[in-house]
C-alpha cells in the first residue's frame, strides 16, 4: 500500500509558477512509475506528466510542453511538478498517482494504482 499526499496548489496570476510536491509513503517508493493529472471543472481526468522509477524518462502532454517539469527523489519519497508561465487554463485540482511494480513511464491511466487526495490549482487571468 502507498499513500500519496500532495501539497505544493494555490492561486497564482496568470505568468507565475507553482511547484506541487507529493510525498509518498508505505511501500518502496523507487519501484513505481508516477505522474500528474489534472481534472478541470466539467472536464474529464487527463494525465499531465509522467516519470520512470529512476526518473530517466519523462513525458508531458502537448499543452505543458516547455512549462512544465516532472522530477523526483528517491531518497525522500517525493515527486514533484514545477509548473512555469500558468494559464488560466491550467486552473484544475492536480493529482499525483502511483503505478505498482512498473518501472517505465505510463501514460495509462488504468495502470496506476493509488492516487493522492488533490491540490486545486487555480490561475487567474
Known amino acids: 500500500q502507498v499513500q500519496l499526499v500532495e501539497s505544493g496548489g494555490g492561486l497564482v496570476q496568470a505568468g507565475g509558477s507553482l511547484r506541487l510536491s507529493c510525498a509518498a509513503s508505505?511501500?518502496?517508493?523507487?519501484?513505481?512509475?508516477m505522474g500528474w493529472f489534472r481534472q478541470a471543472p466539467g472536464k474529464e481526468r487527463e494525465i499531465v506528466a509522467a516519470?520512470?522509477?529512476?526518473?530517466?524518462?519523462?513525458w508531458y502532454t502537448d499543452s505543458v510542453k516547455g512549462r512544465f517539469t516532472i522530477s523526483r527523489d528517491n531518497a525522500k519519497n517525493t515527486v514533484y511538478l514545477q509548473m512555469n508561465s500558468l494559464k488560466p487554463e491550467d486552473t484544475a485540482v492536480y493529482y499525483c498517482?502511483?503505478?505498482?511494480?512498473?518501472?517505465?513511464?505510463?501514460?495509462?491511466?488504468?495502470?496506476?494504482?493509488?492516487w493522492g487526495q488533490g491540490t486545486q490549482v487555480t490561475v487567474s487571468s
Open positions: 516519470i520512470s522509477w529512476r526518473g530517466g524518462s519523462t
Open positions: 508505505g511501500r518502496t517508493f523507487s519501484s513505481y512509475a
Open positions: 498517482a502511483a503505478a505498482e511494480r512498473i518501472l517505465r513511464l505510463t501514460i495509462t491511466s488504468d495502470e496506476y494504482n493509488y
